[in-house]
C-alpha cells in the first residue's frame, strides 16, 4: 500500500507542440517497512506522435529502487490508425538484489476504437531484458503484446492495461514468461485536488507467483511553464 500527497503540474493537451511535466512525492510503506517516494514525468503530445519521460524511486529503510523509462511513439499519419513505439527502461532494486535492468521493446500498435471521451489501443513487438543480479547475469527475449484503455467521463478518468510477455530465448533458470495489469481510477474534486486509487500484478505463468501492490495519491494540480519544443 501507497500513500501519497502528490504535487502535480502540467496539462496534457493532445495537439500540443511543448513539453509539459508534472511531479509527485509522499509517503510509501511496503512489508512493514516505511519511507519516501518521489516520481517525475515529462511529456509531449501532438496528433501523431507521443513522447514521454519517467522518473520513479522510494527509498524503505536501508532498502531502494529507482525506475526509469523512456517511450516515443508516432501514427504513420493523422488519419492512419496504425503506429510504431519504442520504449527503453532502467531499473535498480535493492529489495530484490537486482542491481540493474536494462528493458527495451520495440513494435507496432492499433487504435482499435477512437471516441471522444478516450480511445483502446492494442500493441505487439519484440522485448529484451538484460538483468544483473548479485550472482548472476541474465539475457531474456520476448514476444510482447497489449491492451490499453484509456477513458474520461466527467470528473473522473479511468485506466485500464494488460500486458503479456512471453519468452522466447532459452530458459536459464526459470521461464521469465508474465502478465502484468494494471488498473487506475481518478476523481477530480476541484480544479485543483483529485483523488488516485491504483492496482498493479504481475503474474509469472511459470511458477504461478502473483506479486502486486495497492496505491492511494491525493493530488494537487498546478500549471507550470511548459518547456519549449
Same mark, same amino acid.
Given at each position: 500500500m501507497v500513500l501519497a500527497v502528490a504535487l502535480l503540474s502540467g496539462e496534457e493537451g493532445t495537439? =500540443? $507542440?511543448?513539453? =509539459?511535466q508534472y511531479a509527485r512525492g509522499g509517503l510509501s510503506h511496503d512489508q512493514g517497512k516505511s519511507g +519516501?517516494? +518521489?516520481y517525475y514525468r515529462i511529456n509531449r503530445k501532438t496528433v501523431t506522435s507521443f513522447r514521454d519521460l519517467r522518473l520513479f524511486g522510494y527509498g524503505l529503510g536501508d532498502d531502494s529502487y529507482i525506475y526509469l523509462r523512456y517511450k516515443s511513439s $508516432?501514427?504513420?499519419s493523422e488519419n492512419v490508425k496504425l503506429y510504431n513505439f519504442t520504449t527503453a527502461s532502467y531499473q535498480k532494486n535493492t529489495r530484490a538484489d537486482l542491481a540493474m535492468r536494462y528493458h527495451f521493446n520495440q513494435g507496432f500498435g492499433y487504435f482499435i476504437n477512437e471516441y471522444n471521451? +478516450?480511445?483502446v489501443t492494442g500493441e505487439l513487438g519484440h522485448a529484451y531484458d538484460m538483468s544483473d543480479f548479485l550472482n548472476d547475469t541474465r539475457? !531474456? =527475449?520476448?514476444l510482447k503484446g497489449g491492451i490499453f484503455w484509456d477513458h474520461e467521463l466527467g470528473k473522473?478518468? !479511468?485506466?485500464?492495461? !494488460?500486458?503479456w510477455f512471453k519468452q522466447i530465448s532459452d530458459v536459464v533458470t526459470t521461464d521469465l514468461s508474465r502478465v502484468q495489469f494494471f488498473a487506475e481510477i481518478s476523481y477530480q474534486l476541484n480544479n485543483s485536488l483529485s483523488l488516485i486509487m491504483g492496482f498493479e500484478q504481475d503474474y509469472y505463468t511459470a511458477n504461478k507467483q502473483s506479486p502486486q501492490s495497492y496505491y492511494f495519491s491525493l493530488g494537487w494540480q498546478k500549471k507550470f511553464c511548459d518547456i519549449g519544443h
Open positions: 495537439d =500540443s $507542440t511543448v513539453w =509539459s +519516501g517516494h +518521489g $508516432t501514427k504513420y471521451n +478516450g480511445h539475457k !531474456t =527475449s520476448y473522473i478518468s !479511468t485506466k485500464l492495461e !494488460t500486458e
